[in-house]
Every structure is written in structure tokens, then in C-alpha cells.
């Protein structure tokens, strides 16, 4: 009896086809992409040895993840809270009271200006030294409602310049004048504006 032959259809050139094996009655792959990508696959599979997921494989790697599961869970029970409270309580101890805040009052100095003293418009008050201050604020009275002082400022006590930001004036209704400035350079003198009687005097802080 003849031996039984299968065909197939070759899509492409629209021809029948003998369907071949090879010796080991395997079928013969011709197409290349299918050979390419079983060789890429017996590559990767060729460094897997035959008991790499055998249950027993499988029992060991459970136990393992097991174990790590019970160690965990071990380290959240009430004994290791206990302990954990304990060192935060030392912490807390230890900690205590040692936020010290300081009240003290800051550092002032305060001088006299001008004391009922007559002045003519353009006239200087001494120099005052500000290096251990940051602030300063000037205050007094004026005879003259429309009087006004003006700060002078410089770092070498020789040379002055006019601060025209820091010019105060006094009050229409009772003569009064105040203003404060910051003291950015060392020394400071004002600047009498008006011919009139001035009691001025200055208060600095740090």
C-alpha cells in the first residue's frame, strides 16, 4: 500500500504542497522567522534545569516566604510596642526643659537732643554713636506747629549726609514731632529746619 501523502496550499504562489517530517517524524519548519523564534526560545530555555519547579522546589520557596511572614508579623506585637514606648518616653525625658527662651529685655540707649534749646533753621545737634543698636526713634516738641527735623547719617562720625526719608514733622496742634528710622549707619545727628525752640530726644534699641 502506497504510503499516505498530505498536501498543503502555499498561499502565495497558490500551489499544493507535499507536508514533509524529518527522520524523527518531526515536522520540517521551513519558514525562517518561526525557525528564528524557536531557536530564541530553546536558547532561553537550554540554562533551566528539570527540578527548578518541581513541587518540592515550590514546598521550600512557600516555607521560605513563610518564615518572612512570621518574622514580620513578630515585630509589631505588644512586647516590641512596649519597648518602642519606652524609648520614645526616654526621648521625651531626655528632651525636657531644654527650650530655653530668653526674656530679657533688649538693649536701649536714650540721649537728649536738643533740651528747650533755641535753634536757627540749618543748625546741628551732636553726633550719637548707634554701633549697639538697630533702631532708633526720635521724639520731642517744636514751638513752631510748622517746624521739622531731618537725620544726618555717617559711618566715619567725620563726614554726614542728609537722610531725606528720615525728616519728621511737628504736630499743627500741639507742635509734637516723632519718626524712627533704622540705625544702617553708625552715627547719626539731626538737622534742625526752623528758627524756633526744640526739646528733642533720641532712643535706641537692639
Request: overall charge negative; glycine content about 6%.
Amino acid at each position: 500500500m502506497p504510503p499516505s501523502v498530505l498536501f498543503v496550499r502555499d498561499s502565495v504562489n497558490h500551489k499544493n504542497k507535499v507536508l514533509e517530517v524529518d527522520a524523527s517524524n518531526q515536522l520540517s519548519v521551513k519558514d525562517a522567522t518561526a525557525q528564528s523564534s524557536l531557536s530564541n526560545i530553546d536558547s532561553a530555555c537550554a540554562n533551566i534545569s528539570s527540578d527548578q519547579a518541581t513541587a518540592a522546589n515550590q514546598a521550600t520557596g512557600n516555607s521560605s516566604l513563610g518564615t518572612i511572614a512570621t518574622a514580620s508579623a513578630s515585630q509589631a506585637t505588644a512586647a516590641h510596642q512596649v519597648t518602642t514606648h519606652s524609648k520614645l518616653d526616654t526621648i521625651n525625658s531626655t528632651l525636657g526643659g531644654t527650650l530655653t527662651v530668653s526674656s530679657s529685655s533688649p538693649a536701649r540707649a536714650s540721649g537728649s537732643l536738643a533740651s528747650a534749646a533755641s535753634k536757627t533753621a540749618g543748625d546741628l545737634s551732636a553726633s550719637v554713636d548707634g554701633n549697639s543698636h538697630r533702631k532708633c526713634a526720635i521724639f520731642g516738641s517744636c514751638s513752631s506747629d510748622s517746624g521739622s527735623v531731618k537725620v544726618h547719617i555717617s559711618h566715619d562720625n567725620v563726614n554726614f549726609f542728609e537722610d531725606n526719608q528720615a525728616q519728621y514733622y511737628a504736630n499743627f496742634s500741639n507742635g509734637h514731632i516723632a519718626g524712627h528710622f533704622d540705625v544702617n549707619a553708625r552715627y547719626f545727628k539731626v538737622e534742625f529746619m526752623d528758627t524756633a525752640t526744640y526739646t528733642l530726644e533720641y532712643a535706641m534699641c537692639d
